[in-house]
Each structure stands twice: as structure tokens, then as C-alpha cells.
């Protein structure tokens, strides 16, 4: 297990060092929360260790994410046109049915197993889209993503709190190297989101276990100095 910077230094700080890899993690938040703003931190964090990562958005297509990100602080746009980060579109323009869900997760899975893209990092952000699918489809998924992070590659899956069918949110929570809960508060009549760390893999001692931050255009994630209990 390697510990790899974030390449950013506040949160580096807080987590004594980085995170690991490779590790299992899921993201829990609430619409607004900043999950996409912490996938983005962590797939920096591979990418400038020299690693390939693939990401798959819910978020319009693969440009415009790209685009978006770097809005947001992330400049990820050499690292796309260079091939070592791959953008997927999970977004179909139109309603997810039972059916439809089952063959996107089962088509992801596959990818992933195959290792088709010949990657090292995964982000799902978020696998909530795809909730419509039957029980068994995600379980078998999840068990999937496990494996394949047993291998020695990083998977990191974002999730809606209650999108999932209850057993496999715990057993999805359980397997996990590392869980992450997302929340957001208001401070002074600022809103702003608290990254609660519930367990993960290979934390330094000192590390804090509570980070109050926002995403900034000019910085990414912005760590603010007050902790939220």
C-alpha cells in the first residue's frame, strides 16, 4: 500500500500524508455535497502519482465534464488529451428503467474486470444513477469492484444516502477500505460542506477525521479552519 498526495497540501496536512491505494472506498453525500469535488481531488491525486485513471460520470458527456472540472479548480484537461485519464458518460438522456440500469452496470463491470482500459484508479460518481437496477446486479457489482481493488487497483464509488437496496449499502459499507460521509452545514450564513472520514485504510495517526471545506474555482477544495461536529 502506498500513500499518494492529494496535491493538496491542507488536505494532505489533515490526512497526515494522503490516501491510500491501492483501496476500496465509497463516498456518501447528499445532492450538493461535494462528492464530485472529492472524486476530483482523489483522481488527482492518481494521476500525479503517474497512475491511469478512468472515470465514470452521471454528469453530461465526457468533454463537458472534463470542462467543468477544470471550472472547479481541476486541471485535468493534458492528463485527458493524453490518454491517462478516461471520462465515460453514464448519461443516456432519458428515464433509467429496470432493464436498461441492469446493462449499464453489468457493461461497466465488464470493462472494469477486463481491465479493457488498462487503468490502475476507478471513480463511479455516482452509482446512484444506476439504482434502478435489480438488488443482485449491484451486489454482484460491489463484490466485483472489491475484487478487483484486491488486485491492486483503486476503486472509489460516490453514493446518494438510501439510493441502495439496504443490504448491499451495508455490505458495500462493511467491504470498504475506506467510507466517506458527506455533509453540508451553514456557518455565518456561508454554506459549506464537511468531509466526515468513518474508517479508512492506512490514516496516520493525527490525522483529523473531521475537514470542513469548499470547492473554490481557484483551488479546488478549499479547506476552512473551523471544525463542524
Known amino acids: 500500500m502506498q500513500i499518494l498526495s492529494t496535491g493538496n497540501e491542507e488536505i494532505d496536512q489533515r490526512l497526515a500524508g494522503g490516501i491510500p491505494h491501492p483501496s476500496f472506498i465509497v463516498v456518501e453525500g447528499s445532492h450538493g455535497s461535494g462528492k464530485t469535488g472529492i472524486s476530483l481531488l482523489l483522481t488527482q491525486a492518481y494521476l500525479q502519482a503517474n497512475l491511469r485513471a478512468t472515470y465514470f460520470t452521471s454528469e453530461g458527456d465526457s468533454y463537458s465534464f ?35 440500469a441492469n446493462i449499464m452496470l453489468k457493461k461497466i463491470t465488464d470493462i472494469l474486470v477486463k481491465n479493457i482500459v488498462g487503468t490502475e484508479a476507478v471513480i463511479i460518481d455516482s452509482i446512484s444513477y444506476l439504482t434502478e437496477a435489480s438488488a443482485d446486479y449491484i451486489r454482484l457489482a ?35 477500505d475506506g467510507y466517506i460521509k458527506l455533509s453540508e452545514t451553514s456557518i455565518a450564513g456561508r454554506r459549506l460542506k464537511v468531509m466526515t472520514i468513518i474508517k479508512l485504510k492506512g490514516l496516520q495517526s493525527g490525522a483529523q477525521t473531521n475537514i470542513t471545506f469548499d470547492v473554490d474555482p481557484a483551488f479546488g477544495i478549499k479547506v476552512i479552519p473551523i471544525v463542524v461536529s
Open 142 to 176: 460491489v463484490e466485483s469492484f472489491r475484487r478487483i481493488s484486491d488486485e491492486g487497483k483503486s476503486i472509489i464509488i460516490t453514493f446518494h444516502p438510501n439510493s441502495l437496496p439496504q443490504e448491499v449499502d451495508l455490505m458495500m459499507k462493511n467491504s470498504a
Open 66 to 100: 472534463v470542462l467543468k472540472a477544470i471550472q472547479s479548480g481541476f486541471n485535468i484537461m493534458d492528463y485527458y488529451i493524453n490518454g491517462r485519464l478516461y471520462v465515460y458518460s453514464m448519461s443516456v438522456g432519458m428515464a433509467i428503467n429496470k432493464n436498461l
